[in-house]
């Protein structure tokens, strides 16, 4: 079993709407990872925090906007999103900065978000 | 220069045959190289990973080789079982760009019992 949790597994919601996907580990790591990934595709990264602080993001649209409340923690807001968002959003997670490279990320299961 | 190119796009093998992935890169500033599996519904699992400075690592069925000079690197799945069909996706990353991985397109396993 995964030790990042993702919740809700599902999301359907409209263009208009404003929802939270939430991501949470309890395995002390310092590094926290929004991606994206699209059916038969590889995932996309989309934000990186390193000890709670924001240190990538990979030009994403503002009607996504990230927040990490503390080093467990990890939301993504949504915002007037467009069809085309609908995807599996994984949270990751690693140990130490960012800059560690270890490149060794731990996945959630993710959240899979409908768009209509 | 980010690229990293996978084939074949699916596989489909008999148990106990070998599967066989290979991966290419262009940037020779990526310095570790792993492999991830990831099963229908589920996130992406590390499954092996490689540094360059080792041509081989093997971990029970699963081995990795590396080609330096040829920027390409290969996943063998030995005897394999139904249990590993799943798709899998080789990254690369490099220290100077943190802890961001670039994927492979990804390739989809199917092993017939």
């Known amino acids: 079993d995964t030790e990042v949790t993702q919740t809700p597994k599902h999301l359907v919601m409209g263009m208009t709407n404003k929802k939270s996907l939430k991501c949470e580990q309890h395995?002390?790591?310092?590094?926290m990872y929004w991606y994206k990934q699209k059916a038969k595709k590889p995932p996309e990264l989309m934000f990186v925090?390193?000890?709670?602080?924001?240190?990538i993001n990979e030009s994403v649209p503002s009607r996504f906007s990230p927040e990490c409340p503390n080093s467990s923690l990890l939301n993504l807001h949504l915002h007037a999103l467009q069809p085309e968002d609908s995807a599996l959003y994984l949270c990751?997670?690693?140990?130490?900065?960012?800059?560690?490279?270890?490149?060794?990320?731990?996945f959630g299961e993710g959240s899979r978000l409908t768009v209509l | 220069q980010q690229q990293v190119k996978q084939s074949p796009q699916s596989l489909i093998v008999q148990k106990g045959g070998i599967s066989i992935i290979n991966c290419a890169y262009e940037?020779?500033?990526?310095?570790?190289f792993p492999w991830y599996q990831q099963f229908p519904g589920k996130g992406p699992a590390l499954l092996i990973a490689?540094?360059?400075?080792?041509s081989e690592k093997k971990e029970g069925r699963f081995t990795i080789s590396f080609n330096k000079s040829a920027k390409q690197f290969s996943l063998h799945i030995m005897d394999s079982q139904p249990g590993d069909s799943a798709t899998y996706f080789c990254?690369?990353?490099?220290?100077?760009?943190?802890?961001?991985?670039?994927f492979g397109g990804g390739t989809r396993v199917l092993v017939k019992p």
């Open positions: 395995m002390g790591h310092r590094a």
């Open positions: 940037n020779t500033a990526f310095d570790y």
């Open positions: 990751a997670s690693s140990q130490g900065r960012a800059t560690s490279n270890t490149g060794e990320l731990f």
């Open positions: 990254a690369a990353s490099m220290k100077a760009a943190g802890n961001k991985l670039t």
């Open positions: 925090y390193s000890y709670e602080k924001l240190s």
């Open positions: 490689i540094r360059p400075d080792v």
